[in-house]
């Protein structure tokens, strides 16, 4: 069983910045591959970042290449997502996604409860 909870959602203005984070309770924290989905009403849940499980291999969605980074740290059972350059329509409840597999292309295995990301123009 793995339980993820996200922090770090709010509401910022275009051009602005914010972090979210995820911490995981998962003695196997290391051997799971992680992700950042999103989605807005009326949209399926899409994938804009994944993170494998040793760190090495990152994927960006192309709309969040070079203004999103992901990163993790296995010390702590937390991953992070940094986002710059936020605009209007990265606006979204983030979930944090973990699997023994990809969380790339699904299913996953395990989500967060979500946090609100709102960037105001």
């Known amino acids: 069983q793995v339980l993820l909870a996200e922090s770090g959602g709010g509401l910022v203005q275009a051009g602005g910045s914010l972090r979210l984070s995820c911490l995981a309770s998962a003695r196997t924290f290391g051997s799971l591959s992680m992700g950042w989905f999103r989605q807005t009403p009326g949209k399926e849940r899409e994938c804009v970042a994944a993170?494998?499980?040793?760190?090495?291999?990152?994927y960006y969605e192309d709309s969040v290449k070079g203004r999103f980074t992901i990163s993790r740290d296995n010390t702590r059972n937390i991953m992070y997502l940094q986002m710059n350059s936020l605009k209007p329509e990265d606006t979204a409840v983030y979930y944090c996604?973990?699997?023994?597999?990809?969380?790339?292309?699904?299913?996953?295995?395990?989500w967060g409860q979500g946090t609100q990301v709102t960037v105001s123009s």
């Open positions: 993170i494998s499980g040793s760190g090495s291999i990152t």
């Open positions: 996604a973990a699997d023994p597999g990809t969380v790339v292309r699904g299913p996953v295995d395990y």
